[in-house]
């Protein structure tokens, strides 16, 4: 999925590696379907009211569908990271792997994860990881 243009243009040196087999090798090819998702890219943007998350995820499983893939892999990154993420969540039958280059996370809490959030306090972040780690100098 494409959602702004420098995703895009970061992608398309990737596409004909990914679609061409290799020259007298035994390499994989595959389609691609390229989406540029609405409101980004080279897309006008949607007008329905509720237009969300789910409702990306829905549109980009019914188009794959459409083209005929009854399963499919996802690649997102930006903004169409979050999308990928939600495809894979709401029709694991259908999207059976992802790759996304944009993960974002959170500090583990005691609510959500006590175990994890205790290692969290307990374990000091190492020299390299602080200094990659903006305003966290003090961990």
């Not at 702004?4 to 398309?12: G, I």
């Not at 943007?45 to 188009?63: I, P």
């Not at 290692?119 to 190492?126: E, K, M």
Request: charged letters at 15%.
């Amino acid at each position: 999925m494409a959602g702004l243009a420098p995703s895009l243009k970061e992608v398309t040196k990737l596409l004909y590696t990914l679609s061409a087999p290799g020259a007298g090798k035994s390499l994989p090819a595959f389609d691609i379907v390229a989406p540029s998702l609405p409101i980004f890219g080279f897309s006008v943007g949607t007008k329905r009211k509720g237009f969300g998350l789910d409702k990306y995820a829905e549109v980009l499983h019914k188009l794959m569908q459409k083209l005929g893939y009854e399963k499919y892999v996802t690649q997102g990154g930006d903004w169409s990271c979050i999308i990928t993420r939600a495809m894979g969540k709401l029709y694991p039958t259908a999207c059976v792997a992802s790759h996304i280059n944009m993960p974002r996370g959170q500090r583990p809490s005691l609510t959500s994860n006590p175990i994890l959030a205790l290692q969290h306090l307990l374990a000091p972040y190492t020299e390299s990881e602080r200094k990659v780690l903006p305003g966290q100098s003090g961990l």
